[in-house]
Protein backbone atom coordinates (compact mmCIF):
# COMPACT_ATOMS: atom_id res chain seq x y z
CA UNK A 1 0.00 0.00 0.00
CA UNK A 2 2.76 2.48 0.50
CA UNK A 3 4.49 1.73 -2.35
CA UNK A 4 1.55 2.56 -4.84
CA UNK A 5 1.23 5.49 -2.66
CA UNK A 6 4.39 6.76 -3.67
CA UNK A 7 4.19 5.97 -7.28
CA UNK A 8 0.74 7.81 -6.83
CA UNK A 9 2.37 11.13 -5.44
CA UNK A 10 4.91 10.75 -8.28
CA UNK A 11 2.40 11.13 -11.15
CA UNK A 12 0.52 14.81 -12.01
CA UNK A 13 -3.01 15.81 -10.36
CA UNK A 14 -4.93 14.99 -13.81
CA UNK A 15 -3.46 11.45 -13.87
CA UNK A 16 -3.56 10.84 -10.64
CA UNK A 17 -7.40 11.61 -10.34
CA UNK A 18 -8.05 9.43 -13.37
CA UNK A 19 -6.30 5.89 -11.91
CA UNK A 20 -8.10 6.93 -8.64
CA UNK A 21 -11.59 7.08 -10.34
CA UNK A 22 -10.31 3.63 -12.24
CA UNK A 23 -9.69 2.13 -9.30
CA UNK A 24 -12.62 3.12 -7.01
CA UNK A 25 -14.52 1.76 -10.17
CA UNK A 26 -13.33 -1.39 -10.25
CA UNK A 27 -13.91 -1.83 -6.02
CA UNK A 28 -17.23 -0.84 -6.59
CA UNK A 29 -17.78 -3.61 -9.21
CA UNK A 30 -16.40 -6.30 -7.49
CA UNK A 31 -17.91 -5.47 -3.72
CA UNK A 32 -21.63 -5.67 -5.57
CA UNK A 33 -20.53 -8.62 -7.78
CA UNK A 34 -19.87 -9.89 -4.31
CA UNK A 35 -22.96 -8.70 -2.57
CA UNK A 36 -24.86 -10.67 -5.57
CA UNK A 37 -23.75 -13.57 -5.66
CA UNK A 38 -24.01 -13.93 -1.76
CA UNK A 39 -27.45 -13.14 -1.81
CA UNK A 40 -29.61 -16.35 -1.04
CA UNK A 41 -32.24 -17.15 -2.83
CA UNK A 42 -35.62 -16.12 -1.68
CA UNK A 43 -39.61 -16.49 -1.90
CA UNK A 44 -41.57 -14.68 -4.06
CA UNK A 45 -45.02 -14.26 -2.94
CA UNK A 46 -48.06 -13.58 -5.65
CA UNK A 47 -51.88 -12.87 -5.57
CA UNK A 48 -54.16 -15.06 -7.51
CA UNK A 49 -58.06 -14.53 -7.76
CA UNK A 50 -60.56 -16.43 -9.20
CA UNK A 51 -64.44 -15.49 -10.81
CA UNK A 52 -67.12 -18.18 -11.22
CA UNK A 53 -70.86 -18.43 -11.72
CA UNK A 54 -73.30 -16.65 -9.70
CA UNK A 55 -71.80 -14.45 -7.87
CA UNK A 56 -69.01 -16.90 -6.27
CA UNK A 57 -65.32 -15.59 -6.44
CA UNK A 58 -61.78 -17.05 -4.59
CA UNK A 59 -58.62 -14.50 -3.68
CA UNK A 60 -55.58 -15.92 -2.02
CA UNK A 61 -51.98 -15.80 -2.10
CA UNK A 62 -49.02 -18.85 -3.21
CA UNK A 63 -45.56 -18.39 -2.86
CA UNK A 64 -42.08 -20.77 -4.30
CA UNK A 65 -38.83 -19.83 -4.30
CA UNK A 66 -37.43 -17.09 -6.77
CA UNK A 67 -34.72 -19.21 -7.62
CA UNK A 68 -37.15 -20.96 -10.19
CA UNK A 69 -38.57 -17.97 -11.90
CA UNK A 70 -37.80 -18.78 -15.86
CA UNK A 71 -37.45 -22.07 -15.51
CA UNK A 72 -40.80 -22.94 -17.15
CA UNK A 73 -43.69 -25.41 -15.04
CA UNK A 74 -43.48 -26.14 -11.46
CA UNK A 75 -45.69 -28.42 -9.75
CA UNK A 76 -46.63 -28.98 -5.66
CA UNK A 77 -43.22 -29.80 -5.38
CA UNK A 78 -41.96 -26.23 -5.70
CA UNK A 79 -44.74 -24.81 -3.90
CA UNK A 80 -43.93 -23.15 -0.51
CA UNK A 81 -47.04 -21.66 0.95
CA UNK A 82 -50.98 -21.28 -0.88
CA UNK A 83 -54.09 -19.88 1.09
CA UNK A 84 -57.82 -19.30 -0.57
CA UNK A 85 -60.58 -17.88 0.60
CA UNK A 86 -63.93 -18.02 -1.15
CA UNK A 87 -66.96 -15.44 -1.36
CA UNK A 88 -70.34 -15.05 -2.62
CA UNK A 89 -71.30 -11.61 -3.95
CA UNK A 90 -68.95 -9.95 -1.62
CA UNK A 91 -70.30 -12.46 1.65
CA UNK A 92 -66.81 -14.29 2.59
CA UNK A 93 -67.80 -18.27 2.93
CA UNK A 94 -64.58 -20.36 3.97
CA UNK A 95 -61.15 -20.43 3.57
CA UNK A 96 -58.35 -22.97 3.17
CA UNK A 97 -53.95 -23.06 4.00
CA UNK A 98 -52.28 -25.15 2.44
CA UNK A 99 -49.73 -25.07 5.62
CA UNK A 100 -52.98 -27.06 7.40
CA UNK A 101 -52.82 -29.74 5.08
CA UNK A 102 -56.12 -30.87 2.98
CA UNK A 103 -59.91 -32.18 4.50
CA UNK A 104 -60.88 -35.17 5.19
CA UNK A 105 -62.12 -37.12 1.71
CA UNK A 106 -60.07 -34.66 -0.61
CA UNK A 107 -58.75 -35.31 -4.04
CA UNK A 108 -55.14 -35.75 -4.52
CA UNK A 109 -53.55 -32.43 -4.06
CA UNK A 110 -52.49 -31.21 -7.69
CA UNK A 111 -50.67 -27.26 -8.41
CA UNK A 112 -49.10 -25.97 -11.78
CA UNK A 113 -48.18 -22.69 -12.18
CA UNK A 114 -45.69 -22.06 -15.79
CA UNK A 115 -43.06 -19.47 -14.30
CA UNK A 116 -42.12 -18.57 -17.41
CA UNK A 117 -45.57 -17.05 -18.40
CA UNK A 118 -46.35 -16.13 -14.71
CA UNK A 119 -49.60 -18.04 -15.49
CA UNK A 120 -52.01 -21.03 -14.22
CA UNK A 121 -52.20 -23.80 -15.73
CA UNK A 122 -56.15 -24.48 -16.76
CA UNK A 123 -55.91 -27.87 -19.13
CA UNK A 124 -57.30 -30.43 -16.84
CA UNK A 125 -55.42 -33.50 -18.07
CA UNK A 126 -52.49 -34.66 -15.80
CA UNK A 127 -50.19 -32.60 -15.08
CA UNK A 128 -52.42 -29.33 -15.92
CA UNK A 129 -55.13 -29.80 -13.46
CA UNK A 130 -55.62 -27.48 -9.68
CA UNK A 131 -57.25 -29.48 -7.14
CA UNK A 132 -56.62 -27.52 -4.09
CA UNK A 133 -58.42 -29.41 -1.46
CA UNK A 134 -60.83 -30.32 -3.45
CA UNK A 135 -63.86 -31.66 -1.39
CA UNK A 136 -61.85 -31.68 1.60
CA UNK A 137 -63.62 -30.97 4.92
CA UNK A 138 -63.36 -28.60 6.51
CA UNK A 139 -62.46 -25.72 4.64
CA UNK A 140 -62.66 -24.51 0.83
CA UNK A 141 -61.97 -26.08 -2.16
CA UNK A 142 -60.80 -25.70 -5.61
CA UNK A 143 -60.95 -27.73 -8.29
CA UNK A 144 -59.88 -27.32 -12.52
CA UNK A 145 -61.04 -30.01 -14.74
CA UNK A 146 -61.00 -30.67 -18.45
CA UNK A 147 -64.56 -29.05 -18.32
CA UNK A 148 -65.23 -27.18 -15.46
CA UNK A 149 -63.47 -24.92 -12.67
CA UNK A 150 -65.51 -24.39 -9.24
CA UNK A 151 -65.41 -24.47 -5.33
CA UNK A 152 -66.30 -26.57 -2.94
CA UNK A 153 -67.25 -26.29 0.80
CA UNK A 154 -66.66 -28.50 3.96
CA UNK A 155 -66.76 -31.72 1.36
CA UNK A 156 -69.79 -30.41 -0.73
CA UNK A 157 -69.60 -28.94 -3.98
CA UNK A 158 -70.86 -26.00 -4.95
CA UNK A 159 -72.09 -26.85 -8.34
CA UNK A 160 -73.85 -23.50 -8.74
CA UNK A 161 -69.80 -21.83 -8.73
CA UNK A 162 -68.81 -23.79 -11.71
CA UNK A 163 -67.38 -22.19 -14.90
CA UNK A 164 -68.39 -24.22 -17.96
CA UNK A 165 -65.10 -24.01 -19.75
CA UNK A 166 -66.83 -24.59 -22.59
CA UNK A 167 -68.74 -21.26 -22.87
CA UNK A 168 -66.18 -19.52 -20.84
CA UNK A 169 -62.45 -19.23 -20.76
CA UNK A 170 -60.65 -20.24 -17.38
CA UNK A 171 -60.41 -17.45 -14.77
CA UNK A 172 -57.73 -18.41 -12.59
CA UNK A 173 -55.71 -15.35 -12.24
CA UNK A 174 -52.12 -14.18 -11.42
CA UNK A 175 -53.08 -10.75 -9.53
CA UNK A 176 -56.39 -9.19 -8.28
CA UNK A 177 -59.60 -9.49 -9.24
CA UNK A 178 -60.72 -8.61 -12.72
CA UNK A 179 -62.10 -5.39 -13.29
CA UNK A 180 -66.04 -5.23 -13.06
CA UNK A 181 -68.59 -2.83 -14.89
CA UNK A 182 -71.94 -1.61 -13.23
CA UNK A 183 -74.94 -0.23 -14.49
CA UNK A 184 -78.27 1.79 -13.11
CA UNK A 185 -81.21 0.47 -14.01
CA UNK A 186 -85.00 2.09 -14.82
CA UNK A 187 -88.23 1.10 -15.61
CA UNK A 188 -91.83 2.79 -15.87
CA UNK A 189 -94.83 1.41 -16.00
CA UNK A 190 -98.64 2.60 -15.68
CA UNK A 191 -100.53 3.98 -13.06
CA UNK A 192 -97.30 5.67 -11.26
CA UNK A 193 -95.92 2.27 -10.83
CA UNK A 194 -91.71 2.42 -11.40
CA UNK A 195 -88.71 0.77 -10.52
CA UNK A 196 -85.03 1.80 -10.13
CA UNK A 197 -82.11 -0.03 -9.38
CA UNK A 198 -78.20 -1.04 -10.59
CA UNK A 199 -76.36 -4.19 -11.52
CA UNK A 200 -72.80 -5.14 -11.90
CA UNK A 201 -71.06 -8.28 -13.74
CA UNK A 202 -67.35 -9.29 -14.37
CA UNK A 203 -65.46 -7.71 -17.39
CA UNK A 204 -63.92 -10.84 -17.76
CA UNK A 205 -67.32 -12.38 -19.14
CA UNK A 206 -67.83 -10.09 -21.34
CA UNK A 207 -68.47 -11.58 -24.91
CA UNK A 208 -71.10 -9.30 -25.85
CA UNK A 209 -74.26 -10.75 -23.87
CA UNK A 210 -74.18 -11.32 -19.99
CA UNK A 211 -76.42 -13.92 -18.75
CA UNK A 212 -77.91 -14.31 -14.80
CA UNK A 213 -74.90 -16.51 -14.39
CA UNK A 214 -72.41 -13.52 -14.91
CA UNK A 215 -73.45 -11.00 -12.28
CA UNK A 216 -72.19 -9.82 -9.27
CA UNK A 217 -74.82 -7.70 -7.88
CA UNK A 218 -78.66 -6.89 -8.76
CA UNK A 219 -80.69 -4.86 -6.39
CA UNK A 220 -84.02 -3.25 -7.41
CA UNK A 221 -86.70 -0.92 -5.64
CA UNK A 222 -90.05 -0.70 -6.48
CA UNK A 223 -92.18 2.28 -6.37
CA UNK A 224 -95.86 3.54 -6.33
CA UNK A 225 -96.00 7.23 -7.19
CA UNK A 226 -92.63 7.75 -5.86
CA UNK A 227 -93.34 5.68 -2.30
CA UNK A 228 -91.15 3.04 -1.96
CA UNK A 229 -93.27 -0.62 -2.15
CA UNK A 230 -90.47 -3.16 -2.16
CA UNK A 231 -87.00 -4.35 -2.82
CA UNK A 232 -84.88 -7.41 -3.63
CA UNK A 233 -81.84 -8.16 -3.57
CA UNK A 234 -79.89 -10.84 -5.76
CA UNK A 235 -77.55 -11.44 -2.65
CA UNK A 236 -80.35 -12.59 -1.03
CA UNK A 237 -81.72 -15.16 -3.27
CA UNK A 238 -85.00 -15.62 -4.62
CA UNK A 239 -87.81 -15.86 -2.18
CA UNK A 240 -90.43 -19.18 -1.78
CA UNK A 241 -92.11 -19.59 -5.26
CA UNK A 242 -90.16 -17.35 -7.41
CA UNK A 243 -89.83 -18.66 -10.84
CA UNK A 244 -86.00 -19.45 -12.57
CA UNK A 245 -84.40 -16.95 -12.52
CA UNK A 246 -82.97 -15.12 -16.00
CA UNK A 247 -80.99 -12.13 -17.06
CA UNK A 248 -79.60 -11.06 -20.03
CA UNK A 249 -77.86 -8.08 -21.28
CA UNK A 250 -76.16 -6.57 -24.76
CA UNK A 251 -73.21 -5.06 -24.00
CA UNK A 252 -72.54 -3.52 -27.28
CA UNK A 253 -75.60 -1.96 -27.26
CA UNK A 254 -75.78 -1.10 -23.18
CA UNK A 255 -79.49 -2.40 -23.35
CA UNK A 256 -81.67 -5.53 -21.83
CA UNK A 257 -82.99 -7.92 -24.19
CA UNK A 258 -86.68 -7.91 -23.89
CA UNK A 259 -88.63 -10.80 -24.80
CA UNK A 260 -90.14 -13.69 -22.75
CA UNK A 261 -88.38 -16.54 -24.89
CA UNK A 262 -85.49 -18.51 -23.38
CA UNK A 263 -81.96 -16.22 -23.91
CA UNK A 264 -83.80 -12.87 -23.67
CA UNK A 265 -85.90 -13.39 -20.87
CA UNK A 266 -85.55 -11.16 -17.84
CA UNK A 267 -86.83 -12.57 -14.71
CA UNK A 268 -85.75 -10.87 -11.53
CA UNK A 269 -88.07 -12.76 -8.43
CA UNK A 270 -90.83 -13.10 -9.93
CA UNK A 271 -93.36 -14.73 -8.01
CA UNK A 272 -90.68 -14.54 -5.33
CA UNK A 273 -92.33 -13.94 -1.54
CA UNK A 274 -90.65 -11.84 -0.35
CA UNK A 275 -89.79 -8.78 -1.75
CA UNK A 276 -90.11 -6.71 -5.32
CA UNK A 277 -89.99 -9.38 -8.16
CA UNK A 278 -90.26 -8.23 -12.12
CA UNK A 279 -90.95 -10.25 -15.51
CA UNK A 280 -90.38 -9.67 -19.08
CA UNK A 281 -93.12 -11.41 -21.18
CA UNK A 282 -93.27 -11.36 -24.47
CA UNK A 283 -96.31 -9.18 -25.01
CA UNK A 284 -96.03 -7.72 -21.30
CA UNK A 285 -94.01 -6.23 -18.52
CA UNK A 286 -95.15 -6.18 -14.60
CA UNK A 287 -94.23 -6.20 -11.17
CA UNK A 288 -94.85 -8.51 -8.42
CA UNK A 289 -94.68 -7.97 -4.63
CA UNK A 290 -94.42 -10.85 -2.11
CA UNK A 291 -95.66 -13.22 -4.20
CA UNK A 292 -98.36 -11.26 -5.58
CA UNK A 293 -99.01 -10.15 -9.29
CA UNK A 294 -99.14 -5.75 -9.13
CA UNK A 295 -101.90 -6.00 -12.10
CA UNK A 296 -102.40 -1.91 -12.76
CA UNK A 297 -98.50 -2.46 -13.11
CA UNK A 298 -98.66 -4.17 -16.15
CA UNK A 299 -97.87 -2.82 -19.03
CA UNK A 300 -96.72 -3.59 -23.16
CA UNK A 301 -94.40 -1.04 -23.39
CA UNK A 302 -90.77 -1.96 -22.97
CA UNK A 303 -89.36 0.38 -20.74
CA UNK A 304 -86.38 -1.47 -19.07
CA UNK A 305 -83.21 0.95 -19.48
CA UNK A 306 -79.79 0.58 -18.31
CA UNK A 307 -76.96 3.61 -17.52
CA UNK A 308 -73.20 3.50 -17.31
CA UNK A 309 -72.28 3.81 -13.71
CA UNK A 310 -68.93 6.35 -13.82
CA UNK A 311 -65.85 3.97 -13.18
CA UNK A 312 -65.86 0.56 -12.76
CA UNK A 313 -68.03 -1.38 -10.10
CA UNK A 314 -67.32 -1.70 -6.54
CA UNK A 315 -65.67 -4.82 -5.43
CA UNK A 316 -65.44 -6.21 -1.47
CA UNK A 317 -61.98 -5.29 0.37
CA UNK A 318 -59.55 -7.80 0.31
CA UNK A 319 -59.46 -10.15 3.56
CA UNK A 320 -56.70 -9.84 5.74
CA UNK A 321 -54.97 -13.07 4.74
CA UNK A 322 -54.98 -10.97 1.17
CA UNK A 323 -53.80 -8.05 2.13
CA UNK A 324 -51.15 -9.75 3.70
CA UNK A 325 -50.15 -11.61 0.78
CA UNK A 326 -50.40 -8.06 -0.97
CA UNK A 327 -47.34 -6.89 1.55
CA UNK A 328 -45.39 -9.92 0.98
CA UNK A 329 -45.90 -9.64 -2.44
CA UNK A 330 -44.33 -6.19 -2.98
CA UNK A 331 -41.78 -6.98 -0.39
CA UNK A 332 -40.39 -10.17 -3.09
CA UNK A 333 -40.91 -8.30 -6.00
CA UNK A 334 -38.83 -5.46 -4.38
CA UNK A 335 -36.14 -8.25 -3.86
CA UNK A 336 -36.17 -9.61 -6.88
CA UNK A 337 -36.15 -6.06 -9.07
CA UNK A 338 -32.87 -4.98 -7.02
CA UNK A 339 -31.13 -8.51 -7.68
CA UNK A 340 -31.81 -8.01 -11.32
CA UNK A 341 -30.55 -4.87 -11.38
CA UNK A 342 -27.35 -6.21 -9.60
Known amino acids: MHVAWNVLRQLGPKWRSKVLRHVTILVSSV????????????????????????GYY??????????????????????????????RYGTPIGTWNLADGQGAGATAFQFGFNT????????????????????GSPGLGFFNNDSFQGLTLNGVVLGDSSLDKA????????????SSSGFNLEWTGPNGYSMS????????FDDGLIEGRHLNSLMIDGFKDGLLIGSWDLVDGPGGGAQAFAMNFDTTTNQFLQCGSSGCAQQWNYFGNPGLGFSNGDTFQELTLNGIVLNESQTTEKS?????????APIPEP????????????????????????
Open 319 to 342: STMLLLGTGLAGLAALRWRTRKHI
Open 116 to 135: DTNSFLQGGSAGEGQFWNNS
Open 58 to 87: MTGTFSFNDALIGTGVIDATSLDTLMIQGF
Open 197 to 204: GMFSYWDT
Open 304 to 312: LSATPKNGT
Open 167 to 178: QDAGTLFVGDLP
Open 31 to 54: TWCLLGFSLPAQAITQNLSWVGYN
